[in-house]
């Protein structure tokens, strides 16, 4: 089993719609969680931190559940910007170690 | 002002030979990686530093060495390079004073012909 699972994808949306994607991790030590954003040919970026109260930023919200061990990124109302590969990011902070999901990829069309 | 800077951007060399890979990070970070993003696009930690030390080692080939001369710098020396090397190589710097965010270069993407 994977550390850090991710949707398989592609999520493939209308502009406007809402979409969300899950990820879920194996080791319960795991302390800090993360959604990056990945444009084609282009390095990944934060998008946002994810707490156990949950956190909003916009349009989009994250969510974690230690207990089931996931999180979860929500977008609404998508743009044709949101086009990207989406990447939960599990750290183990005493370890120094973060482990990257397999990401997923996320077209929003006209 | 360019955050975590990578050089250089694109290396297409001839399988056999040594390349390098430098990495320079302005952020005050103490901590660094390599990461390998390989045609599927997954994305693996190869390497991690803090303080200049070697934390992480992921069973990767003794033919990577990386050396950080100091906090700022991690660099990423590969020899006899093998045609399934060809990827591309991100660097990236964190702070555990920040959660442990980690900001990544532009990438080199490396060609093994």
């Known amino acids: 089993r994977k550390e850090v699972e991710q949707d398989p994808g592609p999520f493939n949306v209308p502009e406007g719609a809402t979409v969300a994607f899950n990820c879920t991790y194996s080791n319960s030590a795991s302390q800090s969680f993360f959604w990056y954003r990945q444009d084609c040919r282009k390095e990944p970026k934060l998008l946002m931190s994810v707490y156990s109260s949950g956190n909003e930023d916009g349009r989009f919200t994250a969510q974690l559940n230690r207990a089931s061990q996931y999180i979860s990124l929500l977008i609404r109302d998508s743009k044709l910007s949101d086009s990207a590969t989406y990447l939960c990011v599990v750290t183990n902070t005493n370890a120094g170690k973060s482990t990257f999901g397999d990401g997923t990829t996320l077209t929003v069309k006209p | 002002d360019t955050a975590v800077s990578q050089t250089p951007k694109y290396l297409v060399t001839q399988m056999g030979n040594d390349k390098s890979i430098k990495c320079e990070q302005n952020l005050g970070h103490d901590t660094m990686y390599w990461y390998k993003q390989d045609s599927k696009k997954f994305l693996k930690i190869m390497f991690s530093y803090n303080n200049k030390e070697l934390i992480i080692n992921e069973t990767v080939p003794n033919r990577f060495s990386p050396k950080s001369p100091d906090k700022a710098h991690l660099n990423l020396h590969i020899n006899s390079l093998e045609l399934g090397d060809s990827a591309v190589y991100f660097c990236?710097?964190?702070?555990?004073?920040?959660?442990?965010?980690?900001?990544f270069g532009p990438g080199t993407r490396l060609t093994v012909l």
């Open positions: 990236a710097s964190s702070s555990q004073l920040e959660h442990n965010e980690q900001f």
